[in-house]
């Protein structure tokens, strides 16, 4: 009974998501044609001006490396008070989880755009949207790695006489790291992917050169991009690979 139930909420879900969205299958089937005609226009793809390229994408990997290693500095403290063994105020556990929600919930994008409208155009302000997503991201595995550790060597610690704080640097995150470490560069290969946009709303990297393509409607240029952009997240994505499994 309990399974039917769910079985037709989740049904109803679906129904008010197609009432909302409102598939419209002859009205794609009518715009393929003009996609066509758009990607065969986008060769050979369009590389003049590499130099300039190149430029954004070093901008867009520079927004996401140090945009990354900010969130990683504002999530150590947040984790610490998002895990319940080691919380050392444990009256901000759900205040902490709260924040970390809210981090998390507010799209790096978003953060971006505030942070244009606060200090101008450019890569910093991506650094900044990007550290603030990432750090609730980042805090939230941390905490979880922090909180699923063994706890009978935190416990001991404890029961000598060691504070909390003594407990986690001593024992659970030397006995994490390499969780902690997986983790941050899943987040940094993630921000490679999500930093390419970000130009879209003035904060530097390729999204910015993207727009202007497709504002042009230049599918050449958008094509040649986009190749970059797939050559940076593959690069990544092997790198980050690598480095995982010499943690593992």
Request: positive net charge; contains cysteine; charged residues 15%.
């Given at each position: 009974?309990?399974?039917?139930?769910?079985?037709?909420?989740?049904?109803?879900?679906?129904?008010?998501?197609?009432?909302?969205?409102?598939?419209?299958?002859?009205?794609?089937?009518?715009?393929?044609?003009?996609?066509?005609?758009?990607?065969?226009?986008?060769?050979?793809?369009?590389?003049?001006?590499?130099?300039?390229?190149?430029?954004?994408?070093a901008e867009t990997v520079a927004i996401a490396t140090l945009g990354t290693s900010l969130a990683a500095l504002l999530a150590l403290p947040l984790a610490l008070m998002a895990a319940r063994p080691v919380a050392p105020i444990p009256a901000l556990?759900?205040?902490?989880r709260a924040?970390?929600?809210?981090?998390?919930?507010i799209d790096g994008f978003v953060f971006a755009l505030i942070f244009v409208a606060a200090v101008g155009l450019g890569p910093?302000?991506?650094?900044?949207?990007?550290?603030?997503?990432?750090?609730?991201?980042?805090?939230?595995?941390?905490?979880e790695a922090l909180?699923?550790?063994?706890?009978?060597?935190?416990?001991?610690?404890?029961?000598?006489?060691?504070?909390r704080a003594q407990a986690a640097a001593v024992i659970l995150l030397p006995e994490t790291l390499p969780q902690t470490l997986s983790a941050l560069?899943?987040?940094?290969?993630?921000?490679i992917r999500a930093s390419t946009v970000l130009g879209l709303v003035g904060a530097g990297g390729l999204g910015q050169e993207l727009k202007n393509a497709v504002d042009l409607l230049d599918f050449a240029r958008v094509l040649a991009i986009l190749l970059i952009v797939i050559a940076l997240v593959l690069t990544a994505d092997r790198l980050s690979a690598a480095?995982?499994?010499?943690?593992?």
């Open positions: 009974m309990r399974r039917a139930a769910w079985l037709l909420l989740l049904a109803a879900l679906y129904a008010a998501c197609i009432a909302v969205v409102q598939p419209d299958l002859p009205r794609l089937w009518a715009g393929l044609p003009r996609l066509a005609h758009w990607l065969a226009g986008a060769f050979p793809p369009d590389f003049s001006g590499l130099p300039d390229l190149l430029r954004r994408a556990y759900h205040p902490a924040l970390l929600d809210a981090l998390r919930g910093f302000a991506g650094m900044l949207g990007v550290a603030l997503h990432s750090a609730g991201s980042i805090a939230k595995l941390w905490s909180e699923t550790a063994d706890p009978a060597p935190v416990e001991a610690a404890l029961s000598a006489g060691g504070t560069l899943y987040v940094w290969e993630f921000n480095l995982r499994r010499r943690l593992a």
